[in-house]
C-alpha cells in the first residue's frame, strides 16, 4: 500500500512537471484545489494505465524493442500517456494531450522526472 502511494505521488508530480513544461500538456480548473484532486485522479489514471495496459502492449511489440534497441519505449510512452488523456476526457477530468509529439516529449518528461522521484521518495520495502 505504501509501495502504490509512493508510485503515486511521483507520477502526480511527474505529470505536473510535464503540464508545466509542456504548452500543449494542459490541466485546467476553477481553483488551485480542483486542479490538484484532478491531478491525482489522472495520476492514479496514468498508473493504472501504466499497470494494466503497458506490459500488453510491450509484448505484442516485442519484436519492435529489439529492432529499435528499445526506442520504441518512447513511443509506448507516448501512447499510455495519450490513453490516459483521452480516459481523462471520457470521465470529464480536465486534462488533455494534444498530439503524438506532444505525448512523446510529455512521456519523455514523466519518465524522467518518475524516476527521480522514485530515486528519491521511499518505496516502502523497509
Do not use: C, Y
Request: hydrophobic residues 60%; without cysteine; proline residues 2%.
Amino acid at each position: 500500500m505504501k509501495n502504490f502511494l509512493v508510485k503515486t505521488i511521483a507520477n502526480a508530480g511527474a505529470l505536473a512537471v510535464a503540464i508545466w513544461l509542456v504548452q500543449d500538456i494542459t490541466l485546467t480548473g476553477d481553483s488551485t484545489a480542483k486542479k490538484t484532486v484532478t491531478l491525482i485522479i489522472v495520476a492514479l489514471l496514468f498508473g493504472l494505465v501504466n499497470f494494466f495496459v503497458k506490459p500488453i502492449v510491450r509484448l505484442l511489440t516485442l519484436p519492435l524493442f529489439i529492432l529499435t534497441l528499445g526506442l520504441i519505449t518512447l513511443v509506448v510512452n507516448a501512447l499510455m500517456l495519450l490513453l490516459t488523456s483521452w480516459l481523462a476526457d471520457v470521465l470529464d477530468l480536465n486534462f488533455h494531450v494534444e498530439g503524438f509529439w506532444t505525448a512523446v516529449l510529455g512521456g519523455l518528461i514523466i519518465s524522467i522526472v518518475s524516476w527521480a522521484l522514485n530515486v528519491v521518495l521511499p518505496d516502502g520495502k523497509d
